[in-house]
């Protein structure tokens, strides 16, 4: 999964059979700490996000399988969730080794 800002809108007057009604929207993919990750992209939006908004991401065949109806259409980047907070913790910081005896993760 990728995070994503939404900084607009595209447009498109002729699209493939089974993404007629589907928005999609200019991404800006960002890492773990929101820097700009390369460049633009066309996602399709799923979760009726909107300008400013930061997304959750998924791309090849998850992103064609997250679309509403049709599950077969030739789309490479889905927006899928809209993050309401983010915290971040350094690196190093959070261990998911598993020790002996009793642990959170069993």
């Known amino acids: 999964m990728l995070f994503g800002r939404v900084t607009g809108t595209a447009i498109c007057t002729i699209k493939y059979p089974g993404t007629e009604g589907?928005?999609?929207l200019v991404v800006?993919?960002?890492d773990k700490h929101l820097n700009p990750?390369?460049?633009?992209q066309v996602a399709a939006d799923v979760v009726q996000a909107g300008p400013g908004d930061l997304c959750v991401m998924v791309r090849s065949r998850e992103a064609a399988l997250a679309m509403p109806e049709i599950k077969f259409v030739p789309i490479d980047l889905a927006l899928v969730g809209i993050v309401d907070e983010l915290n971040v913790r350094?690196?190093?910081?959070?261990?998911?080794v598993l020790k002996k005896g009793r642990n959170p993760f069993t």
Do not use: W
């Not at 350094?90 to 998911?96: A, I, K, M, V």
């Open 90 to 96: 350094p690196d190093g910081e959070f261990s998911t």
């Open 37 to 40: 990750l390369g460049g633009l």
């Open 28 to 30: 800006q993919p960002l």
């Open 22 to 24: 589907l928005k999609l």
